[in-house]
């Protein structure tokens, strides 16, 4: 069975993801159409710890 590769974010566009999210108030879902909204909720709440 062949192995998955994952999505790699720069650190530049998990920013600016969460940067849309917190400005724009749309739902994590709402952004997260273009990305894993796994991947997005894990950004926002690290980014809540300021990390």
């Known amino acids: 069975m062949e192995k998955l590769l994952r999505a790699e974010y720069s650190p530049g566009f998990k920013e600016q993801a969460v940067r849309t999210y917190q400005e ?19 950004w926002v709440t690290a980014a809540r710890k300021g990390k």
Do not use: D, I, M, Q
């Open 24 to 42: 724009s108030g749309p739902s994590v879902t709402e952004v997260a159409k273009r990305l894993p909204k796994s991947s997005l909720n894990h």
